[in-house]
């Protein structure tokens, strides 16, 4: 076991001493599993460097064992974009699938041969974590995968995840990508302590995990004990002069982030073919059950990361990488009745209504049936006995029917030909699934509408939630989101349950919500196949309301990541005289219509449309997003790495691997006047 580090007379000399020794044993303890100090010991060295750190509080720095649990909670949790965007993964459930997905790499990549790296995919909440020159800067939630929460307090209270890399001489920056999770014994210990005290049990430990991320007390994220495990390595602009190697191969990648300090799931295996890989899954299939976590499949990645990065990305996932589920666990039930939902596009949607059932850790009582057409498929009957499992392990739906024990006398469901909310003819058109309400004033609608226009990822309206919502729309206060601007105190005040204080504070919340970006109105619009991501997009390339408006199906669908489907469906929005009604009204409100620097992105000003630019360095006035946003207006594309089709490489100083390489290809390198000349 370890000894302890013998007095010394320098208080600055005993506190670096101090952080070393409880670094390197909690990094034993947690990441290893081979403790090398007695509890008792690390227990007095701690308090020791606590006394001295506040003796001397000019020596804490933000890596030391005493930084991992706030004093004090934090206010709320603020948003923050990724420097790399986390993709999720493509899902396959058959070897067939598989087979499919290899294919249609290989015909991106028709000369390219590929070993697998096949790694257990944990069934818990994946993070992002930023370090600076070594040190632990950010930690933060996938979010949508553009944007999450800002949860640096609470990744730090995770003892799995080192506060500094063991790495000498770091690079600038690296991203990694991994996996918070709650062990098993954790989770049942948890969930005893809440039942104690009466309070609800968390249904499953991925929940409890995600849960657990977003306190706003960090001490209570230490005491839940978190598990980490790393999987993903991005580094960025390494500097030549530092002379690092740095893995090539996805083997090597998570070798070495075991090295840098950090836990490596050991249950993965390098694999030359897709029959290697079947063998792989046929294992786990059944030991996954001995694990102390849970585990719902494995992901399967391309081992050269070179290919990789040639491969790249479509609109949602990575070409290189796909997660193979394991089948879901299926229960029988009886469908008591069946009820029809209505969303805010107007889409019916039938739900059963079953039997309460425990279904992968939690009580299934009602189930989707999609639409008509799965309905008509299934041959449902009120009364069946269904079989049901959770689509992705998170939705609960009905997979079959077993018709040999339907009861005599049940009667077939049929979907209803009116709205159940408005009583409107309800219309199902030749091409779509789906059954739909298309009565612009239907209260599901608008009920609908509001509830996303207030949304996080939209409007973000404090006390904006489906109660109020149903109040507004049944008192007839509200019956668009235009609406919400015009309401008055003596308005609210008028409401249920509704005091002086909580009126003053929605209309503030209402108020606030004029702030908000170009981007966020747009996806609060609602219009169909648009989620946040995607405004994004569209809001870089259309930086204003009237240059999206007057756009062809065409130029939208030209944008990278949003396709033909999506383009029409903007389009097609922007035509309807209802919807231009309903923006001439917002617009009034003074909501943000055009993004900061709309002026680059006029018709007339592309000036770099067809160029794909590489930012690499410190530009000497302008930030990275700042020069990205710019291209992006005037027309151009920008990436993460240096390849052929590179067009131009913006250098600023300190600028790291992807100059050389540059370089090498013979792309043309310009500094920050020369892009500013080229805008």
């Given at each position: 076991?370890?000894?302890?580090?013998?007095?010394?007379?320098?208080?600055?000399?005993?506190?670096?001493?101090?952080?070393?020794?409880?670094?390197?044993?909690?990094?034993?303890?947690?990441?290893?599993?081979?403790?090398?100090?007695?509890?008792?010991?690390?227990?007095?060295?701690?308090?020791?460097?606590?006394?001295?750190?506040?003796?001397?509080?000019?020596?804490?720095?933000?890596?030391?064992?005493?930084?991992?649990?706030?004093e004090k909670p934090a206010s709320q949790f603020v948003s923050v974009r990724h420097h790399i965007p986390l993709y999720s993964l493509e899902n396959a459930f058959s070897s067939d699938d598989m087979q499919t997905w290899q294919?249609?790499?290989?015909?991106?990549?028709?000369?390219?041969?590929?070993?697998?790296?096949?790694?257990?995919?944990?069934?818990?909440?994946?993070?992002?974590?930023?370090?600076?020159?070594?040190?632990?800067?950010?930690?933060?939630?996938?979010?949508?995968?553009?944007?999450?929460?800002?949860?640096?307090?609470?990744?730090?209270?995770?003892?799995?995840?080192?506060?500094?890399?063991?790495?000498?001489?770091?690079?600038?920056?690296l991203e990694i990508r991994g996996e918070a999770l709650l062990p098993l014994g954790s989770f049942e210990q948890i969930n005893r302590s809440r039942s104690q005290q009466g309070e609800p049990l968390f249904a499953n430990p991925?929940?409890?995990?995600?849960?657990?991320?977003?306190?706003?007390?960090?001490?209570?994220?230490?005491?839940?004990?978190?598990?980490?495990?790393?999987?993903?390595?991005?580094?960025?602009?390494?500097?030549?002069?530092?002379?690092?190697?740095?893995?090539?191969?996805?083997?090597?990648?998570?070798?070495?982030?075991?090295?840098?300090?950090?836990?490596?799931?050991?249950?993965?295996?390098?694999?030359?073919?897709?029959?290697?890989?079947?063998?792989?899954?046929?294992?786990?299939?059944?030991?996954?059950?001995?694990?102390?976590?849970?585990?719902?499949?494995?992901?399967?990645?391309?081992?050269?990361?070179?290919?990789?990065?040639?491969?790249?990305?479509?609109?949602?996932?990575?070409?290189?990488?796909?997660?193979?589920?394991?089948?879901?666990?299926?229960?029988?039930?009886?469908?008591?009745?069946?009820?029809?939902?209505?969303?805010?596009?107007?889409?019916?949607?039938?739900?059963?209504?079953?039997?309460?059932?425990?279904?992968?850790?939690?009580?299934?009582?009602?189930?989707?049936?999609?639409?008509?057409?799965?309905?008509?498929?299934?041959?449902?009957?009120v009364g069946d006995t269904a079989i049901v499992r959770k689509a992705g392990e998170i939705i609960p739906e009905v997979v079959r029917i077993l018709a040999d024990l339907r009861p005599a006398g049940a009667v077939r469901f049929?979907?209803?030909?009116?709205?159940?909310?408005?009583?409107?003819?309800?219309?199902?058109?030749?091409?779509?699934?789906?059954?739909?309400?298309?009565?612009?004033?239907?209260?599901?609608?608008?009920?609908?509408?509001?509830?996303?226009?207030?949304?996080?990822?939209?409007?973000?309206?404090?006390?904006?939630?489906?109660?109020?919502?149903?109040?507004?729309?049944?008192?007839?206060?509200?019956?668009?989101?235009?609406?919400?601007?015009?309401?008055?105190?003596?308005?609210?005040?008028?409401?249920?349950?509704?005091?002086?204080?909580?009126?003053?504070?929605?209309?503030?919340?209402?108020?606030?919500?004029?702030?908000?970006?170009?981007?966020?109105?747009?996806?609060?619009?609602?219009?169909?196949?648009?989620?946040?991501?995607?405004?994004?997009?569209?809001?870089?390339?259309?930086?204003?309301?009237?240059?999206?408006?007057?756009?062809?199906?065409?130029?939208?669908?030209?944008?990278?990541?949003?396709?033909?489907?999506?383009?029409?469906?903007?389009?097609?929005?922007?035509?309807?005289?209802?919807?231009?009604?309903?923006?001439?009204?917002?617009?009034?409100?003074?909501?943000?219509?055009?993004?900061?620097?709309?002026?680059?992105?006029?018709?007339?000003?592309?000036?770099?449309?067809?160029?794909?630019?590489?930012?690499?360095?410190?530009?000497?006035?302008?930030?990275?997003?700042?020069?990205?946003?710019?291209?992006?207006?005037?027309?151009?594309?920008?990436?993460?790495?240096?390849?052929?089709?590179?067009?131009?490489?913006?250098?600023?100083?300190?600028?790291?691997?992807?100059?050389?390489?540059?370089?090498?290809?013979?792309?043309?390198?310009?500094?920050?006047?020369?892009?500013?000349?080229?805008?």
């Open positions: 076991m370890g000894q302890e580090i013998p007095p010394t007379p320098n208080p600055q000399q005993r506190v670096q001493d101090l952080q070393k020794m409880l670094q390197e044993a909690s990094y034993a303890y947690y990441v290893l599993d081979a403790p090398n100090m007695e509890d008792s010991v690390y227990d007095r060295l701690y308090r020791e460097l606590q006394d001295l750190e506040g003796q001397y509080p000019e020596l804490i720095t933000p890596d030391s064992p005493t930084q991992r649990v706030g294919e249609r790499w290989q015909k991106v990549m028709p000369d390219a041969n590929a070993e697998y790296v096949c790694e257990l995919k944990i069934d818990g909440s994946a993070i992002a974590l930023t370090y600076e020159h070594g040190i632990l800067v950010r930690g933060a939630t996938r979010g949508d995968g553009i944007a999450g929460e800002d949860i640096t307090q609470n990744v730090k209270a995770i003892r799995s995840i080192p506060l500094r890399l063991q790495l000498d001489n770091p690079p600038p920056r991925r929940n409890a995990a995600a849960g657990t991320l977003r306190q706003l007390d960090s001490r209570i994220v230490a005491r839940r004990k978190l598990d980490f495990f790393a999987y993903t390595l991005h580094i960025e602009d390494v500097p030549g002069n530092l002379n690092l190697s740095f893995p090539t191969q996805q083997w090597q990648s998570l070798e070495f982030l075991h090295q840098i300090g950090f836990k490596v799931n050991p249950h993965r295996q390098l694999c030359r073919d897709l029959s290697a890989v079947q063998a792989f899954y046929d294992r786990w299939s059944t030991e996954r059950h001995n694990l102390p976590y849970m585990t719902d499949g494995m992901v399967v990645k391309i081992n050269s990361l070179t290919l990789q990065t040639e491969l790249g990305f479509t609109h949602k996932f990575p070409r290189w990488a796909i997660a193979w589920k394991y089948p879901a666990e299926e229960v029988p039930t009886v469908v008591n009745a069946v009820t029809v939902q209505v969303g805010r596009t107007g889409a019916l949607t039938p739900v059963a209504e079953l039997s309460p059932v425990q279904l992968a850790g939690t009580t299934v009582s009602r189930a989707t049936l999609h639409n008509s057409d799965r309905i008509a498929e299934l041959d449902l009957h049929q979907m209803p030909t009116h709205c159940p909310e408005c009583n409107s003819p309800v219309v199902k058109p030749v091409d779509e699934a789906v059954t739909r309400c298309v009565n612009p004033t239907c209260p599901a609608i608008v009920r609908g509408a509001l509830e996303h226009w207030g949304s996080r990822d939209a409007l973000d309206i404090n006390g904006i939630g489906e109660k109020l919502v149903r109040q507004l729309v049944e008192a007839n206060l509200v019956q668009s989101v235009a609406d919400l601007y015009d309401l008055t105190l003596e308005q609210l005040l008028g409401l249920e349950r509704m005091g002086q204080k909580s009126a003053e504070k929605l209309l503030a919340a209402i108020a606030l919500s004029k702030e908000k970006n170009w981007a966020r109105v747009l996806y609060g619009l609602g219009i169909r196949h648009v989620g946040s991501s995607n405004a994004q997009l569209l809001a870089e390339h259309f930086p204003s309301l009237q240059a999206l408006a007057e756009s062809t199906p065409e130029a939208i669908a030209s944008v990278y990541g949003i396709g033909a489907e999506i383009a029409q469906s903007v389009h097609q929005w922007f035509q309807s005289s209802d919807n231009q009604a309903l923006l001439q009204r917002l617009q009034a409100t003074g909501l943000q219509f055009q993004g900061a620097i709309a002026p680059a992105a006029t018709k007339g000003n592309l000036a770099l449309a067809g160029k794909t630019f590489v930012i690499t360095g410190t530009l000497p006035t302008l930030k990275r997003d700042e020069a990205k946003a710019l291209i992006q207006q005037a027309g151009g594309k920008v990436t993460d790495s240096v390849s052929k089709k590179t067009d131009y490489v913006v250098v600023g100083e300190e600028a790291g691997s992807k100059l050389q390489k540059a370089q090498a290809l013979g792309i043309t390198c310009i500094s920050e006047p020369e892009l500013l000349q080229l805008l």
